[in-house]
T-cell receptor
Framework: EAGVAQSPRYKIIEKRQSVAFWCNPISGHATLYWYQQILGQGPKLLIQFQNNGVVDDSQLPKDRFSAERLKGVDSTLKIQPAKLEDSAVYLC????????????FGPGTRLTVL | GQQLNQSPQSMFIQEGEDVSMNCTSSSIFNTWLWYKQEPGEGPVLLIALYKAGELTSNGRLTAQFGITRKDSFLNISASIPSDVGIYFCAGFKMDSNYQLIWGAGTKLIIKP
């Protein structure tokens, strides 16, 4: 079974530029999550989708971050404009509706904002 | 902010030693998860716990769901070099099944 796929793996941009990350979850996983992980910390949930609907986006900085999952499969997270403090690893995870407690993570995208 | 206290923050151990780490909270949890993260990778689920008192093993790893429902423990027996990484506890609180709460991680380092 293929795991969660993410791209790109690394991205370096200057502040005020925009950036987008892509995620393809494990086949059949209806729930998809985007996390931000700052060095030395555990992941912080940004947004959770159930199929193509948003379940929780309470910690998403909506003035600059946006995410979509239009067809209920893959998802895109965008930052516009980026700030220095957005430098982090952005992790995508998915879970099976019958075992929603167990989230499976992709390798992440390491973003550096200069 | 963090709602799980994970300790120790880091551990230096000799190969072959046993390792113990734990997570505590002032809140009651109904699920505890233990993940391992290696450099440049996402966290990998090691063990999932669903009942108070539950003891579950995965090879040399053993985790327990505390009977108070406010803590969990992870033990690694006879550590080997590939055990190096950051171990995270995470859990779902009784009053919220939607957001996974994470500890800050325990970094395991093998002494040369």
């Amino acid at each position: 079974e293929a795991g969660v796929a993410q791209s790109p793996r690394y991205k370096i941009i200057e502040k005020r530029q925009s950036v987008a990350f892509w995620c393809n979850p494990i086949s059949g996983h209806a729930t998809l999550y985007w996390y931000q992980q700052i060095l030395g910390q555990g992941p912080k949930l940004l947004i959770q989708f159930q199929n193509n609907g948003v379940v929780d986006d309470s910690q998403l900085p909506k003035d600059r971050f946006s995410a979509e999952r239009l067809k209920g499969v893959d998802s895109t997270l965008k930052i516009q404009p980026a700030k220095l403090e957005d430098s982090a690893v952005y992790l995508c995870a998915s879970s099976n509706p019958t075992a929603y407690n167990e989230q499976f993570f992709g390798p992440g995208t390491r973003l550096t904002v200069l | 902010g963090q709602q799980l206290n994970q300790s120790p923050q880091s551990m230096f151990i000799q190969e072959g030693e046993d390792v113990s780490m734990n997570c505590t909270s002032s809140s009651i949890f109904n699920t505890w998860l233990w993940y391992k993260q290696e450099p440049g990778e996402g966290p990998v689920l090691l063990i999932a716990l669903y009942k108070a008192g539950e003891l579950t093993s995965n090879g040399r790893l053993t985790a327990q769901f505390g009977i108070t429902r406010k803590d969990s423990f992870l033990n690694i027996s006879a550590s080997i070099p590939s055990d190096v990484g950051i171990y995270f506890c995470a859990g779902f609180k009784m009053d919220s099944n939607y957001q996974l709460i994470w500890g800050a991680g325990t970094k395991l380092i093998i002494k040369p």
